[in-house]
């Protein structure tokens, strides 16, 4: 007997707002987080335009209530922010978040905290502040951190699949909870910018300049962004004993990989089709009964093209409504599957979808077309988010109202 | 939770001995002086086409052949899935694009060792080389990442029996990680001989690399190892005694008394400052039961429980422990069905894994 999984909180945090009400008004408005760099310190700040938290370290540590907050990196503190709210938004107890778990994704842990005391770091007869970062290249150090902090002890996990991963954080939740292991998963992810994604994403040449256009047919990259997002998973059993009223229920997951190339995705859109089509299988849900889908959508012209494709193969002409969000947010990476997956979560709660901006010329490779103004009033039952990453990864989450 | 079946049907392990040949078992051993253990390597062209070889890097390389060979062992072409998990990654690469972006200001960069530093860069390598479109995923979890994949994939054995799923570890003695952990006395700072750590155990741990994959199936087949019953993670205990408790209450659930285990298989890890509860636990639980260490053969890394579990299956398979594993003069049984691995990571991440013998 498996348990069903239902979402009863969740936190966010991006260049667009600092919290849950932030983010819902900037998507609402249609404002970007989109601008050139003032915080991170880069040679790239006016070239590389981005979606950046316009906040420095020491108003984070603030927000995330940690005193000095000694040794924590902007991953970690964005993810604190983030998984707070979430644990207020579900309103768990301290018992229960000791019984709970911990399932966080990211692509560079702190990289941007040990890029910044390199040099310091390996030199063994320095001395001082910086030596609070010595551990930062390890990319599970801000999940144990952050468990430690807010007091979760019932399972610890961190997931890195590139640009899937938050999305595989929260699928490993929901299997946890579905054979009974937790009654509580909190999964997301965190993600700062660095000077080693920046050049790491500029070298690969799929970064715009410009701000991004997903799926338009003069698209040439992504933006990067930072953000954090945590989802509270709770077990059936749980939301029933406590007479909780869930936001909505996960219902589905599929993960498959387009074992096509170590960095792009196949023109033929597998790896996109065979995620959709595993999540739908795994919810007992029809192609028809999708409402929405949240597309990876990074802009780049081999993401696009290829998730189109799995998208239009799919659905046929008949494709739901889908947008990508990320001109709004940027590529968050590792956050992006769990920040994609509140803004699905919004739009449920409020019956809105977002408009996919910045689109005006259609591919023609395919004949569907993203939505590009505000819908509202719009009543969702099913909705699908796409997250899709380097070395093939792909992965599917599918929503449902309740 | 119910007691997925899952059974070893293939393994394929690179580490600081000589392990990538599966029919020997320990029969030469290496003793480094170094504090710094490295993978002992077959000829990758055995196992690796030219063209790809090239390509590689040397951590790369070493995952790659290692589960290679483990398909090969376990007669499986494309698996069904594949799960990988590591602790810093290829961090070798990661410092390499780190450093150039660094000396030449963010300019005039190439994309290969940032590309090669990506964690999950070996699961999609082995999944492309393979064409496996199933299932993916890699954990970065420090010590818990190979617990969490191994988790993983007896939660999906459970639902599906007759998946053959691929999980695979990988961790590389990187200098960068050796001389920031040196700040937190993560390391031994007087050069050390890897094989007398338990003598006089001083402060901090050696460290090793390695890379382990193993076929994992709810159906035995002719190649099967051994069988792994359960898996239990804590994070942070407080006492050697609320370890214990969890210990026996494992076993309990498992209907296994503490006498039924005929060897317990423990990851102490020679650092003086951080082995303390599995010292104390020594004296609480499995006094009389037979014991062995592993760290002095493959160092300390994050998911080192790999060898742990390499070593595990190899002697319930050959019913045999060899003498430089032996950590206590107890007579070791002749038939050896049950074996308990217990192992910890830097006194947080403790774990204990069940395995039993298949005949």
Redesign the interface.
Known sequence: MTQRVFITGFGVITSIGNNTAANFQSLVHQRCGFGELSILD???QSDIPSCEIKLHDEELKKMADVGAGIGYTRTALLGLIALREAIHSSGLTKKELQLSGLLSA??T?G?RE??RH??D??D?SKEGSF?QY??T?????H??RL??EVGI?G????????CSSSA?AII?GA??IR???LNVAICGGSEALS??TI??F???MIVDSEHCRPFDNTRKGLNLGEGAAYIVLESEESVMRKSKTPIAELKGFG?????????ASSPEG??AL?AMKLALSSANVSPSDIDYINAHGTATENNDLSEGIGIQKLFGEKAPSFSSTKPYTGHTLAAAGSIEAVYCLLGLQHQMIWPNLNFQHQMPEVSIAPVRELKQQVRMKHLLSNSF?????TSSLLLASV | MESARCYINGIGILSPQRTFVNTEFLEEVTNYNTNILTCITPDFKTYISPVQLRRLSRMLRIGMTAATICLKDAGIQVPDGIVTSTGYGFLDETEKFLKELLERKETQLTPTYFIQGTYNALAGLVALSVKCTGYNNTYVSKGFAFENALHDCMLRLLANNDLNLLLGSYDESAGVQYIAGLRERQFKKEPTNSLDIFKNKTVGCIQGEGSAFFDLSGQPSPSTWCSVEGLKLFYLPESAEELGEGISSFLKKHNISETDIDVVISGMSGDSSRDQVFEQLEKILFIQTPRVYFKHLCGEYCTATSFGMWLASSILKKQFVPEVVKASSTRFPDQIQTVLLINHYLNRNYSILLLKRYS
């Open positions: 880069t040679i790239h990211t692509t842990g990289i040990f890029e390199y040099y770091l390996i063994l030596a010595a551990d290249a390890n990319p599970g150090e999940c144990e468990a430690d002890k399972y610890i996990g961190t997931i890195s699949t590139a595989n490993e299997q946890l054979n009974g292991l000077k080693f050049n790491g500029n070298s690969l993960n498959a990989n387009d074992a096509y190339h170590q960095t597998t790896g065979d990453g380097f070395g093939g990864n």
